[in-house]
Every structure is written in structure tokens, then in C-alpha cells.
């Protein structure tokens, strides 16, 4: 689960690895993945066509109780047994 949110509103403690994703033709890159140097756990997703907005993975969060998914994303791909009652909003994809 990604939680979306300006740069401003995160502060990350530690340094972080940064592997950038290009698109099909390898020709702009579209999202920066930022994990842990240690372990390689994902901690931030960089939207490069959107500067400033990133996509945090929620479970990196100290305190997770105040996060209450309202939209979904890549529907296209869910599994039929997912249900996810209560979304403001449900995309097909991104």
C-alpha cells in the first residue's frame, strides 16, 4: 500500500539507495524507487512527471493508524477475491 503525499511531508532518517525505472523504450525515466542500502526494502517512489509528489510504502511508517486507503489504483489487475469496499475512487490503471 502506497500512501501519497508532497516530499515536504516525510522526513527519512538514513541515507537511501536510488534505482531509476524508464519507460518501455528505455527512453525517460517516470519513477525513482529509493530503498533501504542494507536490506533493500522499498521505503519511496519518486513520480519524476510530478516533482515533489511521492509515493511513500505505508508499512515504513512509525505510526500507521491515522492511514485509510480511499483510492484504488491498477484495478485492472485485481484478483477476483479482493474487495475493497468504501474507495472514493477506483482507477483500471495509474
Wanted: charged share 20%; aromatic share 6%.
Amino acid at each position: 500500500m502506497n500512501l501519497i503525499a508532497h516530499e515536504s511531508q516525510l522526513t527519512i532518517n538514513g541515507e537511501l539507495k536510488t534505482y531509476e525505472e524508464t519507460g518501455e523504450n528505455n527512453d525517460n525515466v517516470y519513477v525513482r524507487r529509493r530503498f533501504c542500502p542494507s536490506c533493500g526494502s522499498p521505503i519511496v517512489s519518486e513520480l519524476a512527471l510530478s516533482p515533489g509528489i511521492i509515493a511513500v510504502k505505508a508499512g515504513v511508517l512509525d505510526d500507521k493508524s491515522a492511514v485509510n486507503p480511499t483510492v484504488e489504483v491498477w484495478c485492472v489487475d485485481r484478483q477476483p477475491w479482493v474487495s475493497l469496499p468504501g474507495m472514493a475512487v477506483s482507477m483500471e490503471r495509474e
